[in-house]
């Protein structure tokens, strides 16, 4: 079973840290990457830039517009997809991510929700 899982921040107090302690966290990061990569389980991990259009139909017609940056619900920041058993097996894939493992993540609004994809095209 496929499991799509997006990771939040909150963007004003990223956007808050120096560019020094930025990439300081990314390193800290990285081998909790690996352990993630490692299990075996990860199908795809992107990490999102800002900037993202929201696209609606009205009227009949689409349109596009920018997606507000103060969203309650916080910025997303990585979407992953992950093969699983089961939710138990996704969660304990899921919290092998940096999101929930870096300690300084839990005071800049790092969270991760888990989504079961009951449908899928792809090449896995």
Known sequence: MKFI???????AKM?????E??????????PH??????????VID?????????????NGQVAAADVPATDARGTPGSVFLI?????EEAIRVASL?????VAAGERLGWEIDIYPVHSFKGNS
Do not use: I
Request: proline share 4%.
């Open 21 to 30: 302690k930025v990439d300081a966290l990314m390193r800290e990061c990285q």
């Open 15 to 19: 956007d808050a840290l120096s560019k």
């Open 46 to 58: 992107a990490g999102l830039d800002r900037g993202p259009k929201r696209l609606r139909r009205t």
């Open 33 to 42: 990457l690996e352990t993630f990569y490692g299990s075996g389980r990860v």
């Open 5 to 11: 899982c997006v990771g939040y921040l909150n963007a």
């Open 83 to 87: 093969e699983a058993r089961d939710m």
């Open 97 to 101: 991510h940096p999101t929930v493992q």
